[in-house]
């Protein structure tokens, strides 16, 4: 009688501390569920506060010229979309349309882009696997030109190469992805390296072969850095070109602003959104490597 009487009590016991348990864990997940929704309503509110300029722009560039400084809202009145500004916009004032002005930005971008990712990857990858004289003192020298206000090289640019735009490219001048790619080097293990020499392999073909495809995640981060900063490009080309005919976008954007006359805006914000497409189209197809590049090359394996 007593024995049935303790595993009765036993029994309560363990029915009252499930249903504590039970009771704590629902506890727990509504605290959490707040938590969650507290943070995310959080980024929600900055995300949107980030992203509404660009909201706006794409809104504005439908609206009339009139409509536009009249409301802070990115839809248009009446939900009234106007299309005379990329229209009007896309043949521009003067005698070429925009379409030239993207074939004259492309003619700029896609070689600096090549000729960068070639002379940073040859020079970062001699300055990590190499050992020569002076190497210590000109990788200072390297590291020291980040100091350097760009704006700075313009003039000795444009009198030592016939063109500025993209030829001193060539000779790994952009010094921050030289950087970012030797940081990326070091982390790269010297043991596939070796095995690729043992088998035969000369210091060009263990780049081309063995070095390139690992050093893929951070090249595609190079090439995302280099075609945005040269598709915004404005203080360059505004230096270097004098005719109408070869100006890129940024500069045919700014001549759209005559000071003189009444602005446009409509036309100047849709061909901006038009501008701004190729650089976000790009950035969002390769956002994983770009990550990875950006994360792999701060850190020092």
């Known amino acids: ?49 980030m992203l509404y300029p660009l909201i706006w722009l794409l809104g504005a560039s439908f609206k009339t010229n009139a409509d536009i400084f009249t409301s802070i809202g990115f839809i248009p009145k009446g939900f009234k979309f106007d299309f005379t500004g990329y229209v009007n916009g896309w043949k521009t004032s003067t005698e070429y349309t925009f379409a030239t002005y993207f074939m004259n930005t492309f003619k700029i971008v896609v070689p600096k882009v090549i000729l960068t990712i070639i002379s940073a990857v040859l020079t970062a990858y001699g300055f990590s696997r190499f050992k020569f004289p002076g190497k210590k003192v000109l990788f200072s020298i390297l590291i020291s ?15 030592m190469y016939n063109l500025p735009l993209f030829v001193p490219a060539a000779f790994a001048t952009d010094t921050f992805f030289v950087f970012m790619l030797i940081q990326f080097i ?10 690729a020499c043992v088998d035969g392999c000369n210091s060009l073909q263990t780049l081309i072969y063995i070095m390139v495809p690992m050093l893929k995640p951070a090249i595609i981060s190079v090439a995302l850095f280099q075609f945005m ?20 976008v940024a500069l045919a954007l700014k001549m759209s602003m005559d000071v003189s006359s009444n602005v446009n805006w409509n036309q100047i914000l849709a061909m901006s959104i038009i501008g701004l497409t190729p650089s976000l189209i790009i950035f969002f197809g390769a956002q994983k490597h770009f990550v990875d590049g950006i994360s792999a090359g701060g850190v020092k394996g």
Request: proline content about 5%; hydrophobic content about 45%; aromatic content about 8%.
């Open 1 to 49: 009688m007593a024995n049935t009487k303790v595993e009765f009590l036993d029994e309560k016991a363990i029915e009252e501390l499930k249903r504590k348990n039970l009771e704590r864990n629902r506890k727990r997940k509504i605290i959490n569920g707040i938590k969650a929704g507290i943070r995310y309503g959080i980024l929600v509110i900055v995300g949107v506060a």
């Open 229 to 248: 900063w040269t598709m915004n490009d404005f203080m360059g080309p505004l230096i270097y070109l004098s005719s109408v005919e070869k100006y890129p």
């Open 145 to 159: 030109t980040l100091l350097l206000p760009n704006v700075v090289l313009r003039i000795p640019q444009f009198l």
């Open 186 to 195: 070091r982390g790269l293990p010297k043991e596939i390296e070796e095995a």
